[in-house]
Structures are given as C-alpha cells and as structure tokens.
C-alpha cells in the first residue's frame, strides 16, 4: 500500500512542477537554517560537559561588600584551593588558574627569535585531575608538578617545533626563563571555556611557592565527592571566610563571601564576570531557536497554502478514487505520503547544503558546525523524527480537506473551498508578519551598533593606538617614549594600565579627609600625558605635571598625591566640579589624596554599564601599555616609522600595534553577530515567503486567466490587471505590517533594555522593513501578472 502511496506521490510531484520546485526549494532553504541553527544551539549548550565529572565541577566566584555595594568576580585568592582541599572534606580535588594575559603578553623563544604569545597561563599539578583533556605526551600527575615546567596543545608544539611527537623534553625560552616541554595535549576544544596555547606550572609563579589570601587573581576550581551536597559545601565556604579574611577585610570596612558556579553555566551565564574565553549571551539561543522554528513555519505554510489553494485542482481524482472504493484514510495516507516526500527529498538536499555552507556560516558565527551528530545513530533517528513531524504537519491540513469531498460533488467538480481560502490568507499574514519582524529587528539591533559606533566617547579613539609592552621593560621605556615622539611619527604618547576602552582596577574611597561618602572606584593607572594623549576634556582644575609625585614615590599614606576624578565621582561626593579641586580623600593606600583635576565623563567601559566614579593616578610603574596619538594622515607610514624604532631598542620583542577603534568595535563583536545572523535568516524568510506569494499568485492568475483575458480584452492594461490581482494580497500584507509593527516596538524596548546608554529607535527601520517587503511583493505580483497577461486571449478563450 505505501508503496504505492509512495509512486503516485512522486508522479504527482512531478506533474505539478512549479508548485514542487517553490515548495521544495522554499522547504529545503527553511531546514537548512533550522539545522544550522540547531547546530549552533547544541554547541552553545554542550559548554564545558566533555570532563568525566563535569557535573561536580564548580568554579568559584568572589564578592566583595561594603556600605550596602557588592561587587562579584569571578578571580579569588591562591590559597583558596589548597586550604579547600585540605579543610573540607566535600572536596575531591581542586586546582587554579592565573592567565597571565589579563596583565602582559609572553615572549617565546625555541632558539629562532622571540615571539608574543597572549594566549598562556600557570596551572596548578591537579589541572590534569579536575580537566582530564587528553595528553598525548606526559603523565597527567607530573607534567605541572615542578617549576619551570610547560605544556603545549598539539597545534602550539608544531607551530614551534614542526612536529607534535618528541617534543617532550625540550627547552623552551619564556620571558628569558628556561622552561622544560613537560607533556603535549590535544588542542582544547571549541566548545571549552579553557582556552590556551601553553600551560605552565604554578609552583613557577611566586604564589605557586607561597599562596596568599591577597590578590584574587586566579580562577579557581572544585571538584566535589559524588556524594557531595554542593549546598552545604557553599555553605562551609563562609566558615573559611571567618578564619582566614573576616578580621583583616574589616578593618579596611570590606566583606567578603565565595559562591559556586557550576562549570557548564560559565559559558552562559552572568557575562559581567570575567573568563578566560568570551561568552554568549543566552538570549541569543532563545531567539535563534525562536528564529529557526519561524522559519520552518514559514516552509510548511508554503506547501499548506499551495496544497489547499491546488485543492479544487484535484476534485475529479478525489471524487474518482472514493467512486473507486477508496476510503478516507486511504486518501488521507495518499496526501500525507506526498508532503513526506517532498520534505525527505528536502531534508536529504539540506544536509547536502549544510555542508557546502558549513565553513561560511563557521566564519560568520564563530562556532563550528559538527556534522557529526547529523550521522549519528541518535541524530538519524532525530532526522527521521523530524521529517516525519514536518511532514505530517506540512500535509495534514490539506489531507483532511482532500480526504474529506463528497465523490459526487468532487466529480461535478462543485466543492467549494471557502474554508481554506480563510487559513491560506490566515498563513500568508503569519509569514509577511515573520518576515517584516525579523527585518526591522535587524535594523534596531543594527541602529544600536551604529550608536555605539559613533557616540561621542569622551576621549578620541580615531588615530589611537595601543602598544603593550612587559613589566621588565619599565626601566627603558621612557626613552623608547622620547624616540618616538622625535620622529614626529607621534603627536602625544602615555603609559596606561590599559585603553580606555575597558579600564578594570577597582578601589574604594573611603571616609576621610574633606569627604564623607565610601564607596567603589574604578583607578586608572597613567602618566602624565594621559589627558593630552586621548583628548580626555578638563572642566576644572588642571592636569598632572611633571613634578607631581609618582604613587611609587610615596613612602607614607599621608604624603600628598594629586590625583584627577571624573565627574560621576565628584558627584558621588555632593561637590561641583569647582568645588571638588583642591579638597583631599582617602583611597586607603593614601589618605591624603588631593583633587587636582576632573575631567568630563567618558566611557571607559562598555554601553552596557553606566558610567561609574573614576580617579585617575600618576601611577605609570604600574601601567602595561603605551598609547601612541598618530599624526592625521595615513597610519602606515607612522607605524613603519615607529615599528623601526621598536626593533632597534626592542629587538628582542615584536612590534605589535592595536587600533583602539578596532579593539573597541570587538567590545560589541555578540551584537555584531546578532545583527548579521538577524539580516541572514530575515533575508531568507522573505525569500521564503515571496516564494509562497509567487506560488499563491500563480495559481490565482491561472484560476483567472479567462477572466483576465476578457478584461485585456474590453481594454484593461497590465497595471489593471496588477491591481486587481495584488488587492487581496495586499490587504494581507497590510495586516501582516500592523502586527509586525507592534512585535518591532515590543522587540526594541526588549533588545535595548539592556543597554545602559541606547540609540532612540526612530520610524525608519519600520518603514524601510514594510517598504522592502511590500516592493519584493508587488514585484512578485507584477512579474506573474505580465506573464498571465502576455498570453493571447483568443487561445484561453478558445479553449473555454
């Protein structure tokens, strides 16, 4: 019986060409977004579940209170995880992470010339024990467990020495320091939030040898005991906060708490904690898988609109198989069979495309596409789930209208139709409503990036560059300064903790001296050039000068230390800017820190945050990089010119510049991504449903060819025709703008809100989306018109 189903379904298939070429492409088009979104989805969500134990994993998160403001991190101090592991007996293991990149850049030397490397770490001996990554040389328990040792990921140790086998033993130069190659690891993967090309020992770095409880600048990590309630070992944490910080943090008026953050939400969750690798903002899944559910949608609702508008087509071979015997059942397994296979022929052609595309879409998202789990026992069974699922939902509709002609009406072929004439023009709105939504969510998320783009920063970025440099480098960096600015291939050049674009030192101001107030302060470590350099704009007071001490001059707290504060600041504090100058505050390294300037807000942080209180030190022993003003004109030749300077008193390390405009557009790269997969997939469900409107107007027209060419006839024009064609349509379409309308208004507030600092969403991205759609419709109207309307009259009336 279905075998039968199965050949009079593809003979009728291939009968009705066009309607299975829209169909068919317009069904392969949606599951090939469909699958590469759910792809993306399964690799978003399979973060950090590849360790044996992943469940039990937790990485320990710091929050810091006082005087009602709390502020979390996810760094904690280096003693933290020995005294877990020796002090709580819920904890199997235990290890800790410093990435160094936070603070300096590496040189590497295999014998061949120095190279930078960010991408490196110290890792404590139970890294292996908590993180089992696959090591294809070395003992797991040995190869971090004495100083000076290095382990390389697969792809670093061929960078460096052209093979990945026998490397282990080599030396490798770090930062001047010898190093021995302990063991060579698979690289990590993509879908690990632990990201890097070499990991050293810890007991190397000083608190390796001697832990602290001061400074939190390592991630740390628990393994628990199977039996383990972590609940009760997050409550423990608070007895070793007790013993070991309570006494000394209150005396400086700080509390302090640990909190556990299972391993597998790091990748999702709070993005405001720090990692080691960039996360992902989980509502982006939530409206991808949104997306791709509408875009199917939109593919099945092509066949239903077509199959039902094509039902009068087939009353006679209705009317005929029931006259024959063929019960309702029957007929409705006939018309089922059909959507089926056109959505197996579809799937089978998607999966074929989705690998075509899989490295452009890897390029666009930045996630690779594991095909793998297409092939799969349990993906192919999924595969046949799902063609199963959208074929029926594809054919049900229309098999219960066919199945259901009366055989003596079907023959006379006087069936109407009214009922699906309402639910085609109820899904043509529902895929003009998708399509115009998802195009003006493309334009305001597209209007908040050109915002951030182009908001005043309150510093300049054009012409800005950023030039990292090592703490040993302190000593001679001034006159690597003094060279650059004599070759006039820079204007103003400052030492920086960091560009201004993420300014990440926090201190706290305390009550004293002339203010009153306590509270949280982002320090910004400079010389004093930094007001020059990125054209920071002074309201009051005046700038740092060259007899200014230095915070590493101060040999007392209560030495005078001219400090500059912003104007948030200065407010937090109940002064004007006027009033602020002069007056003296207690930064608790320094209580007698004197106001000598404030500078006008800038955002030395993302859009996302508003701009908090900031106090700017003459503190450049404590800076990382030099920002280098290039001269107008092109930047090229001024970087040659000061790259030739850098070899010759820096030879031993690479010159390696960064374009603050650049660095800062990669601040939004999540929102990039969000605008250009929004612009892809709105493209692809207007393509969708221009296909299914083109399909829809086919069939009308050709309903209508005698009535057309009586009216082409008595003088209508081709306009005529247009309009008396597009009437129904764009009835449709009209209604389908209205609520798309109300979904952009809900989507904006929703998307913005966010934001702390937002583009004010004008009419425009709803006129252009309604505009484009309407013209792409009219033009589909118009293109299948000219062709009914081009036929000769005398032959389709001769034929009726």
């Known amino acids: 019986m279905w075998k039968n189903y199965l050949k009079v379904s593809f003979r009728n298939l291939q009968k009705r060409k066009l309607y299975t070429g829209i169909n068919l492409l317009g069904l392969t088009i949606a599951v090939v977004s469909f699958l590469a979104i759910c792809l993306y989805i399964h690799h978003e969500w399979s973060y950090d579940k590849m360790y044996s134990g992943y469940d039990r994993i937790y990485r320990l998160n710091q929050e810091f209170r006082s005087e009602g403001q709390a ?180 005396e400086y008026g ?274 004093t050039h930094i007001l020059k350099t990125i054209d920071l704009e002074l309201i009051a007071g005046s700038q740092f000068s060259e007899n200014d001490p230095k915070r590493s001059d101060l040999e007392e707290g209560t030495e005078r230390f001219p400090v500059i504060l912003n104007e948030t600041a200065v407010k937090e504090m109940g002064w004007t800017a006027e009033e602020a100058v002069g007056k003296t505050i207690n930064l608790g390294f320094n209580s007698n820190s004197e106001i000598k300037g404030v500078v006008k807000d800038f955002y030395f942080n993302s859009l996302h945050y508003q701009v908090s209180p900031m106090v700017i030190f003459n503190d450049p022993d404590q800076s990382n990089v030099l920002l280098i003003k290039l001269p107008e004109g092109n930047p090229t030749e001024h970087l040659a010119t000061l790259e030739g300077i850098w070899k010759e008193l820096v030879p031993e390390r690479p010159f390696n510049p960064v374009f603050v405009d650049q660095a800062y557009e990669k601040m939004y790269s999540s929102e990039k991504q969000a605008s250009v997969i929004f612009g892809i997939f709105s493209g692809i469900a207007i393509f969708i449903a221009c296909m299914g409107l083109f399909g829809l107007v086919s069939y009308v027209a050709l309903r209508r060819t005698r009535e057309i060419s009586i009216r082409k006839v008595l003088g209508a024009t081709q306009e005529n025709v247009i309009k008396v064609l597009a009437a129904d349509f764009m009835k449709l379409l009209a209604l389908a703008a209205v609520l798309a309308t109300g979904f952009g208004i809900w989507f904006s507030n929703k998307w913005l809100q966010d934001f702390t600092y937002k583009t004010n969403i004008s009419i425009w991205p709803f006129v252009i989306s309604i505009s484009l759609v309407f013209i792409l419709a009219i033009v589909t109207i118009a293109y299948r018109s000219w062709k009914v309307y081009s036929l000769n009259p005398a032959k389709t009336l001769k034929s009726d």
């Open 254 to 527: 700080y509390e302090t708490a640990f909190f556990i953050q299972p391993v597998t939400q790091i990748h999702l969750g709070d993005q405001s904690l720090g990692s080691i690798k960039p996360g992902t903002d989980i509502r982006y899944l939530y409206i991808f898988g949104i997306v791709a559910i509408l875009l199917i949608a939109i593919g099945v609702i092509n066949y239903v609109n077509l199959a039902t508008a094509e039902a009068t087509e087939r009353n006679k071979e209705v009317g005929l198989r029931k006259a024959m015997g063929a019960g309702r059942s029957q007929l409705f397994g006939q018309f089922v069979s059909e959507s089926m296979l056109l959505t197996l022929a579809s799937t089978v052609l998607s999966i074929l495309a989705l690998y075509l595309i899989a490295p452009k879409f890897t390029s666009i998202s930045g996630v690779p596409l594991n095909m793998a789990l297409i092939i799969s026992p349990l993906g192919l069974i999924l595969m046949a789930g799902f063609i199963a699922l959208i074929g029926v939902l594809a054919g049900i509709y229309p098999s219960l209208i066919l199945s259901g002609m009366e055989p003596i009406k079907a023959l006379a072929n006087k069936t109407k139709m009214g009922g699906g004439a309402w639910v085609r023009k109820s899904l043509v709105v529902f895929q003009f409503f998708v399509s115009i939504g998802l195009l003006i969510s493309t334009f305001v998320v597209k209007s908040q990036l050109d915002y951030m783009q182009g908001v005043n920063l309150g510093y300049e970025k054009e012409h800005l560059v950023s030039l990292s440099y090592h703490y040993n480098m302190r000593e001679g960096i001034e006159t690597i300064k003094n060279e650059m600015l004599r070759s006039g291939a820079a204007t103003s050049i400052s030492r920086a903790a960091d560009m201004p674009i993420h300014v990440k030192a926090g201190y706290r101001v305390f009550p004293g001296g002339d203010n009153s107030r306590e509270f949280m302060i982002t320090g910004y470590s400079v010389d």
């Open 71 to 250: 502020e979390l991190v996810s760094s904690t101090p280096s003693s933290l995880i020995p005294t877990l592991i020796d002090e709580v007996p819920e904890v199997e293991n235990g290890t800790l992470i410093f990435d160094i990149s936070i603070f300096s850049t590496v040189m590497v030397d295999n014998g061949e010339g120095n190279q930078e490397e960010k991408a490196f770490a110290y890792a404590d001996e139970n890294f292996f024990k908590v993180f089992d990554f696959n090591l294809l040389a070395g003992n797991a328990s040995q190869v971090l467990a004495e100083p000076n040792q290095v382990v390389l990921t697969k792809s670093t140790a061929e960078r460096y020495f052209g093979t990945a086998n026998g490397v282990a033993g080599k030396a490798l130069k770090i930062d001047n320091r010898d190093y021995v190659v302990s063991g060579v690891m698979e690289d990590f993967p993509s879908n690990s939030h632990i990201n890097f090309d070499f990991l050293a020992s810890f007991k190397t770095h000083r608190h390796g040898k001697d832990p602290e409880w001061s400074p939190s600048n390592y991630y740390t990590y628990v393994k628990l005991k199977p039996e383990s309630d972590p609940q009760v070992f997050e409550g423990k944490l608070e007895q070793i906060v007790d013993k070991y910080l309570g006494k000394d943090l209150a």
